[in-house]
């Protein structure tokens, strides 16, 4: 067999192997993310973590142009060598393929959250109703210890570098009660792509080669705490959105700052009351008059950004990204950021918030 089919059947070889050991998340729990990606992770974050921009943004920036000169200066010769193209394609796909995989993608089929927290999975309409209202009752007090007026949206008095290193004081009281959330060396970088990303529709990302959280710097500074808890979720393995955002929030809501509670709260708060649109409009709109019209000011300063960048891009990333995470046994796809109800639903039914 020639060398040039070495990487493509390499990689036809690491999806047969990859789809087999999905079914063993035990075995990756114990072998990978809680052994092996715990070291390389640390290293990773150890080594780039300090430098003050986006390695990963950069090596991204780097790969584009290479292949934009690439195709320029062999355009006139694709359609002549477009197997012997093909085949190099593949084998560049059999590369990053197996990076991707061995330093995070493994993560995806590890031992979910709900399993691994003893987390029931279903909860009634009765369940949803009193935590929503436990949850409304709770962002409207940590609201008006803020704003000290109802009708006021909460103006965030924090930078972002600022909040990057007091999200840390939120992950250290939260691994005291539950150890495997603990997070050391932190890797967090304003992202150089913040613009296409919010274009892109999205708030940021967890770059899987260098292990930095890459935040969309134009976002309301309100959602600035979670959104960057949620990243650190996915460094501490947790591939799934739902549960990123489930860790999240509860590393938000122990910290000790009354502006970073108010983040992970109302974050919690508008997914249960956009659970409550799509179950029941009549009690959505029983339960949002109950809701300071001040955090309704901060949801429509979010809108509003959003709206902003909407584009027939955010819709076409959007679909990329569902089709992604199913792909990678999401299968709620992008649906899954929602499905962190669930989880905060059942977690608390015997808990205070």
Same mark, same amino acid.
């Given at each position: 067999?020639? @060398? &040039?089919?070495?990487?493509?059947?390499?990689?036809?070889?690491?999806?047969?192997?990859?789809? =087999?050991?999905?079914? %063993?998340?035990?075995?990756?729990?114990? /072998?990978?993310?809680?052994?092996?990606?715990?070291?390389?992770?640390?290293?990773? +974050?150890?080594?780039?973590?300090?430098? #003050?921009?986006?390695?990963?943004? $950069?090596?991204?920036?780097?790969?584009? $142009?290479?292949?934009?000169?690439?195709? =320029? &200066?062999? +355009? &006139?010769?694709?359609?002549?060598? *477009?197997?012997? +193209?093909?085949?190099?394609?593949?084998?560049? /796909?059999?590369? =990053?393929?197996? %990076?991707?995989?061995?330093? *995070?993608?493994?993560?995806?089929? +590890?031992? #979910?959250?709900?399993? @691994?927290? &003893?987390?029931?999975?279903?909860?009634?309409?009765d369940d949803l109703l009193k935590f929503t209202q436990k949850l409304i009752a709770k962002t409207n007090t940590i609201h008006s210890q803020i704003t000290k007026n109802d009708t006021l949206k909460v103006v965030f008095p924090y930078s972002q570098e600022q909040v990057f290193e007091m999200n840390l004081k939120g992950y250290h009281s939260l691994s005291k009660q539950i150890p495997s959330f603990n997070y050391s060396y932190p890797s967090i970088k304003k992202s150089l792509f913040s613009l296409p990303l919010s274009y892109m529709g999205f708030s940021?990302? $967890?770059?899987? =080669?260098? !292990?930095?959280?890459?935040? !969309?710097?134009?976002? #309301?500074?309100?959602?600035? #705490?979670?959104?960057?808890?949620?990243?650190?979720?996915?460094?501490?393995?947790?591939?799934?959105?739902?549960?990123?955002? %489930?860790?999240g929030f509860l590393a938000s809501i122990n910290n000790e700052n009354s502006y970073f509670q108010y983040s992970g709260y109302s974050h919690a708060l508008h997914y249960c009351l956009s659970n409550w649109r799509f179950r029941d409009e009549i009690q959505f709109k029983k339960l949002l008059k109950t809701v300071h019209p001040g955090i309704i000011k901060n949801y429509k300063e979010s809108e509003d950004f959003w709206n902003n960048y909407e584009s027939f891009v955010e819709r076409g990333f959007h679909l990329f990204y569902d089709r992604f995470l199913k792909m990678n046994q999401q299968k709620d796809g992008i649906d899954g950021y929602s499905r962190f109800v669930d989880l905060l639903v059942n977690y608390y039914k015997n808990k205070n918030l």
């Open positions: 067999m020639q @060398k &040039k089919y070495y990487l493509p059947l390499g990689l036809l070889i690491q999806i047969v192997f990859v789809q =087999f050991i999905s079914f %063993f998340p035990e075995l990756i729990e114990g /072998f990978y993310s809680n052994g092996f990606y715990t070291y390389i992770s640390n290293f990773s +974050r150890i080594i780039v973590g300090f430098l #003050p921009f986006s390695v990963g943004d $950069l090596c991204y920036l780097i790969a584009v $142009l290479l292949l934009i000169i690439g195709y =320029f &200066k062999n +355009r &006139k010769t694709i359609k002549l060598s *477009w197997k012997d +193209r093909m085949l190099k394609m593949l084998s560049y /796909f059999s590369i =990053f393929y197996f %990076f991707f995989n061995i330093l *995070w993608g493994l993560n995806y089929y +590890r031992v #979910p959250l709900f399993e @691994k927290l &003893k987390i029931e999975k279903e909860y009634s309409n940021g990302y $967890l770059n899987p =080669f260098t !292990n930095e959280v890459q935040v !969309n710097n134009k976002i #309301p500074m309100y959602n600035f #705490p979670t959104t960057v808890t949620h990243e650190m979720a996915h460094q501490l393995g947790y591939a799934s959105e739902s549960e990123a955002n %489930f860790i």
